[in-house]
């Protein structure tokens, strides 16, 4: 079954301090968006679809070589993720068939372990649905479902939860490129 990925990057990230959108946030001498790309762009993975706002001018200003030829920018980037998302199966719509499998994953999500992207592949690819990486919330005064589960769910279907690991963190403030870092270096 081919299976391809599609990473959101449209986004402005106005919580994490900077000059710069937060997919270009130095991380481990790189732009973070970087990092998110290698995490998911390993087999069996075929290609990589990243979805830029129309107006990014700095996704060319930095060295993508390392994926050569199973990464793809698309600008076409919507005003909320859930419209990036949906303005980046549409375009990747040419590339691939009905029958393949879209990995939907977070630019602000540097540090995905193989073994939690194995793991997902390999619990959801029997499953019609599809399923996200979750973990048990430790606590929380209310939890509001708007990503790509919520969307899946308003069409009346379930995705399989798989257990994740918690170094697969979302940065969003500037203190969370510190533990992404300290989680990168210990992989080297």
């Known amino acids: ?45 075929e290609h990589v679809f990243v979805v830029l706002a129309p107006q990014d001018r700095a996704f060319s200003r930095h060295d993508w070589s390392a994926f050569a030829g199973k990464l793809e920018p698309l600008y076409c980037g919507g005003g909320t993720r859930r419209d990036s998302v949906y303005n980046g199966l549409v375009a990747a719509m040419a590339a691939v068939d009905a029958d393949d499998w879209m990995l939907v994953h977070d630019a602000a999500r540097p540090c995905l372990p193989k073994k939690d992207l194995e793991s997902l592949i390999r619990e959801t690819e029997a499953d019609e649905v599809g399923g996200i990486l979750a973990l048990p919330v430790a606590e929380t005064v209310k939890a509001v479902a708007k990503d790509e589960a919520g969307a899946i769910e308003q069409m009346g279907l379930k995705p399989r939860l798989v257990a994740g690991s918690r170094e697969n963190l979302k940065v969003t403030y500037a203190e969370d490129l510190a533990i992404a870092a300290a989680i990168l270096a210990r992989r080297r």
Do not use: N
């Open 1 to 45: 079954m081919p299976l391809f990925a599609l990473i959101p990057a449209a986004g402005s990230g106005t919580r994490l301090a900077g000059e710069r959108p937060k997919q270009y946030a130095a991380l481990a001498g790189k732009p973070m968006l970087w990092h998110a790309v290698r995490a998911i762009c390993v087999p069996p993975v």
